[in-house]
């Protein structure tokens, strides 16, 4: 696993305030270049009475592959999407403490139509950001089945989203313009991924009655237009705050961007707060932070089978002194959590860096946890 530091300082996903390359990895293969494709602000719902619906069981899963982010590449990295209600979905991607990035899909209902969107965004140092997505094309052919969600105010014309599922494989490609900003959009992320422990979402699909074609969210009448960023050139369905100082926290960050759907308004998830004591031994060195399904160490605290790094669901990192981290938006469930200190700064658990014994902590729906790891001493 490479630098989930550098990881989000690049990865506030499609509205990203960085710039994008123009270089295009097409997913969907369709026969026509992707640059050739006419940009649009319309936006046209997808009917899930009538297709569509099954996005959602198809999107659930650990996903494990490799994120392709403007013009790096990561050759590991992770998502974990499982239902948080009878007819939403929900994986984040926690950066440590300089941010998150997440997306939701979920029903709803939207001009005057049943259909799927995505709430993605997240917080990066300061900058607050949650932008809304409509799902306007799905199709089936010979290379799997494609999925397009598109910015629920500006259309094509801003940003979208596409999905292509094949198998137990899926391709992500995300597109923007930096919010009008780098007109027309170009690439901006691909996640090219296959589906592990399908147990972890089959569990939570189970426990929350998914899937469902019901509301999660009501966006009937829309979104408040005078949040809405907008500029003469463009529009998008995306709340903004900013805290030049970084000292406010996301909650109030988000009443403050007028963003209808907060942190505290998702179901069934939970937090974990993550409490490191340091020992003279690893003083200011970077740390990395796995909760895993699997056990990453043995009893003496020696990585025991770098297969195990497979299951991990999400890995922050931390830098300088800092000891705390609270994880947000946490699936239910049973953890390991393991702290490693970056001893040889190669950026993933190696020869040389410092560990513990395996420590296991269970996430209540909705549930506030702590977890102290006092014994990082012993050296690979």
Known sequence: MRSVLVIIISMLILGSFFTCEKEIRNIAEVPEPIDSIV??????????????FEFLVKMQGHWVGSNRVIADDWDWFAFDYRAISPSQIHGIFEGGT??????????????????????????????????????????????????????????????????????????????????????????????????????????????????????????????????????PDAKSATFLAYDSTNTKDVMTLAIESGDPYTITDHPYLGYLQIDVVRN???????LLINLSRDALTDADGYYHSYEAFNTVLLFPFLVGEQDQFLVTYLHPGTYYVNITADMNGDLSPSEGDITHAPQMITIDPEGEHQITIDNINVQN
Request: glycine share 8%.
């Open 39 to 52: 940009v649009s602000a319309a936006v046209n719902p997808v009917d899930i009475h009538e297709q569509g």
């Open 98 to 231: 300089m941010g998150n990035l997440f997306t939701d899909f979920f029903v709803t209902d939207f001009k005057n139509t049943r259909t799927i969107m995505a709430r993605n965004g997240g917080l990066l140092n300061g900058i607050y950001r949650s932008s809304y997505f409509v799902m306007d094309s799905v199709r089936s052919d010979s290379s799997g089945d494609f999925y397009r969600l598109v910015d629920a105010e500006g259309g094509t014309n801003t940003m979208w989203m596409e999905l292509r599922f094949t198998g137990d494989s899926l391709y992500f490609n995300a597109y923007t313009s930096r919010l009008g900003l780098n007109f027309p959009p170009s690439r901006h992320m691909t996640f090219k991924a296959k589906r592990e422990h399908p147990e972890l979402a089959q569990a939570a699909a189970a426990a929350v009655g998914f899937p469902q074609n019901i509301p999660a969210w009501d966006f009937s009448e829309g979104f408040n237009q005078d949040f809405l960023y907008a500029e």
């Open 280 to 286: 003279e031994d690893i003083e200011d060195m970077p």
